[in-house]
């Protein structure tokens, strides 16, 4: 099992110029898991520990002072022959000859800024710590794990259905009950396509006709993507969970996600089957989201010039 696990640490400068989500895009695309990340601070002691092996050449240095000039993140990765893959994946040292398609080649070149709206994010309280790794101009790849099962199944949704590529890792004070990592992941992830969104220019804005049925159930979703936070939500009652899933959460993560990304929402979503209806507004919901923020030709869709 030993190699088919690795660690790296991506660079202070990667981390400055928001480039996190393009690289780690790299990394799934390239077919590693992402277990586990972490931004922190290196010291100059773990620095030199963890190039040891570069020290006796000149740049070692330079190297270690680089390594501890701003924060890195440090992740772990899972794939078979994991360490073999990603040293090709990153490919040489020296940036210049680096193979083509390499991570060092693309960033030296400075392909990858701007290359889609991705954006990488740590929110860390005393009750939950959460990383969050998003692509709106993604595929629909996903890597979700907040502890609560039935609630990865619905980012999962969300990813895969909105065409979001999403890495979330949440460990949370779940010993107490779910509402603070629910509630912190709808925080963190809206927080997350705020950043990767910037300017609001350049999107359709509206998705007013996105309806999505599920046996029995009918869920439809209306959006604008104004800057203005309102969400009205109307669903047929519920269990009191789904799965471990507690229904009274449904409503708050989209309330959450709303008002921190800041937009008008309208859900109806209407069936017999508990588990349809929330799965269903997820799916919903997600296709309206995207929809709205695809790409197009006009610089701002509003005649107040913002939204």
Avoid: W
């Avoid at 110029?17 to 922190?40: H, P, V, Y």
């Avoid at 996105?210 to 047929?236: G, H, N, Q, Y």
């Amino acid at each position: 099992m030993a190699g088919n696990r690795t660690f790296t640490m991506i660079k202070p400068d990667a981390v400055e110029s928001n480039n996190i989500g393009n690289i780690t895009q790299m990394i799934s695309d390239a077919g590693f898991k992402i277990k586990a990340m972490k931004l922190t601070q290196l010291t100059k002691g773990q620095a030199e520990e963890f190039y040891a092996v570069h020290n006796e050449r000149p740049f070692y240095g330079e190297l270690v002072e680089y390594m501890t000039s701003g924060p890195i993140v440090a992740a772990v990765l899972e794939k078979e022959n994991a360490v073999i893959d990603f040293r090709n994946l990153v490919g040489s040292t020296d940036p210049n000859e680096a193979e083509e398609g390499t991570i060092r080649k693309k960033y030296a070149e400075n392909d990858i800024k701007n290359e889609s709206r991705s954006f990488f994010l740590n929110r860390s309280t005393n009750e939950t710590n959460i990383y969050i790794n998003l692509n709106i101009d993604g595929t629909g790849n996903y890597n979700i794990n907040t502890g609560i099962k039935y609630f990865d199944h619905m980012l999962e949704q969300f990813a895969k259905h909105g065409h979001f590529d999403l890495s979330i890792q949440s460990l949370g004070d779940l010993e107490i009950d779910e509402h603070h990592t629910i509630e912190d992941v709808a925080i963190a992830l809206a927080d997350a396509f705020k950043n990767a969104l910037g300017a609001r220019e350049n999107i359709e804005r509206y998705s007013s006709s996105e309806v999505l049925v599920m046996d029995e159930t009918k869920s439809s979703v209306s959006i604008d993507m104004a800057s203005r936070p309102f969400l009205k939500m109307k669903t047929s009652p519920l269990r009191e969970y789904v799965g471990d899933l507690p229904t009274e959460m449904f409503e708050h993560f989209f309330v959450s996600f709303v008002n921190t990304l800041g937009f008008t929402c309208h859900i109806e979503t209407i069936g017999d089957n508990s588990h349809h209806i929330v799965e269903a507004t997820f799916k919903s919901f997600t296709r309206a989201l995207s929809g709205a923020l695809k790409k197009n030709e006009s610089a701002v869709l509003s005649t107040k010039g913002v939204l």
